[in-house]
T-cell receptor, first 113, second 111 residues
Framework: DGGITQSPKYLFRKEGQNVTLSCEQN?????MYWYRQDPGQGLRLIYY???????QKGDIAEGYSVSREKKESFPLTVTSAQKNPTAFYLC????????????FGPGTRLTVT | GESVGLHLPTLSVQEGDNSIINCAYS??????FIWYKQESGKGPQFIID?????DKRQGQRVTVLLNKTVKHLSLQIAATQPGDSAVYFC??????????FGTGTSLTVIP
């Protein structure tokens, strides 16, 4: 089956710790994205990557970091600098950066206490 | 910045009735719109899309209407079923490079 996987589904961390969320796709898509979803708000773009070894900041990149060493993988690290990290994180991919249809993964719910 | 909003945060309908979910957008240059369905704890699923050169598009049991004059988008679901219960939100883009997402409407189908 082709698709996007995110792991884990639920993640709990103590304040001050960095945490890395996994996102893997086997759709052979060039572009990948990370969004954050909070209650009562629309998805907000954290980072995106148009191609391997390239990534750009989205609207709310502060306190986050990413890497894109492989086409199929786009991990997101939530650092201790992120002031309000508790949220639902969604990874998406598209065939190309300006290709309109994005496919979403199942999400990771991160809780930081 | 962009503004994509929904007129109603919640909607309850009887099973078998039609549902209408609305979305307002502010960027008159937006040329592509998508409706997503998101079930609790899951990622969004693509439902239907429409480009700005169209005012109506139909899928299986769903229709999207676009009114560019008033910058309004609606999703109509025919013969709503319990499996349609979810949060629905719209997204818009001008270039395909960055999407702006609405906050969502929670649809509850009453059996």
């Amino acid at each position: 089956d082709g698709g996007i996987t995110q792991s884990p589904k639920y993640l709990f961390r103590k304040e001050g710790q960095n945490v890395t969320l996994s996102c893997e796709q086997n759709l052979n898509h060039d572009a990948m994205y990370w969004y954050r979803q909070d209650p009562g708000q629309g998805l907000r773009l954290i980072y995106y990557s148009q191609i391997v070894n390239d990534f750009q900041k989205g609207d709310i990149a502060e306190g986050y970091s990413v890497s894109r060493e492989k086409k199929e993988s786009f991990p997101l690290t939530v650092t201790s600098a992120q002031k309000n990290p508790t949220a639902f994180y969604l990874c998406a991919s598209s065939i190309a950066y300006n290709n309109y249809e994005q496919y979403f993964g199942p999400g990771t719910r991160l809780t930081v206490t | 910045g962009e503004s994509v909003g929904l007129h109603l945060p919640t909607l309850s309908v009887q099973e078998g009735d039609n549902s209408i979910i609305n979305c307002a957008y502010s960027n008159s240059a937006s040329d592509y719109f998508i409706w997503y369905k998101q079930e609790s704890g899951k990622g969004p699923q693509f439902i239907i899309d429409i480009r700005s050169n169209m005012d109506k598009r139909q899928g299986q049991r769903v229709t999207v209407l676009l009114n560019k004059t008033v910058k309004h988008l609606s999703l109509q679901i025919a013969a709503t079923q319990p499996g349609d219960s979810a949060v629905y939100f719209c997204a818009e883009t001008e270039t395909g490079n960055q999407f702006y997402f609405g906050t969502g409407t929670s649809l509850t189908v009453i059996p």
